[in-house]
């Protein structure tokens, strides 16, 4: 499986917007970029995935660099609920769940 | 809300025990898998069914297994607990994308 690797943490002030980048250098054509995030004491939770184009939803924005070997996951006006773990994951076109977590972002907001 | 429940909340076990958890995810999601998250690590995949049948698995030896039901309800069933075995277990369900996660089983062995 291709890997994936984000940074450790990192910390944002309350309504800010917030970047958190992910590389995958070894992405395939057919790897689709997923991000999901956990919350304190709770299940992971889907945010947001995408092929090649930015893609946008109500939680976040995920741009997809030109050549495909990273992608930003951008939550445009941090609150205090978004602090996580966020974890940016790459699954084949083909696969069904087989997802594979790394360690993630340790994403901290500051009021 | 996921609609994905997972019983027990926490279970404490002894070395050498069995322990069976517990996954009731939504209707018509045909999928479920499992995962295994130690503290302070991501969630590491264990298996995945679909339609009642194995169809993937990770890195992870003959005495964990699992079953799916019909009424979407499924089972991890872990053998011979060792003390690394104490961690959080995820079940998710899917119609395909994306995965709907439980809240988890806090499993500890002593």
């Known amino acids: 499986d291709a890997k994936t690797t984000q940074p450790n943490s990192m910390e944002s002030n309350e309504e800010e917007p917030v970047h958190l980048p992910c590389n995958h250098s070894t992405i395939s054509g057919t790897d689709y970029i997923h991000w999901y995030r956990q919350l304190p004491s709770q299940g992971p939770e889907y945010v947001i995935h995408?092929?090649?184009s930015n893609v946008n939803n109500r939680m976040a924005s995920l741009a997809i660099a030109e050549d495909r070997k990273s992608s930003t996951l951008i939550l445009h006006r941090a609150t205090l609920r978004d602090a996580a773990v966020y974890y940016c994951i790459l699954r084949a076109r083909t696969n069904n769940n087989d997802m594979r977590f790394g360690a993630g972002t340790r994403l901290t907001v500051k009021p | 809300e996921t609609g994905v429940t997972q019983s027990p909340t926490h279970l404490i076990k002894t070395r050498g025990q069995q322990v069976t958890l517990r996954c009731s995810s939504q209707s018509g999601h045909n999928t479920v898998s499992w995962y295994q998250q130690a503290l302070g690590q991501g969630p590491q995949f264990i298996f995945q069914?679909?339609?009642?049948?194995?169809?993937g698995r990770g890195n992870f030896p003959p005495r964990f297994s699992g079953l799916q039901f019909p009424n979407y309800s499924s089972e991890l069933n872990v053998n011979a607990l060792e003390l690394d075995d104490s961690a959080l277990y995820l079940c998710a369900s899917s119609p395909g994308t994306p995965q709907y996660f439980g809240p988890g089983t806090r499993l500890t062995v002593t």
């Open positions: 995408g092929l090649t």
């Open positions: 069914y679909y339609r009642e049948e194995e169809n």
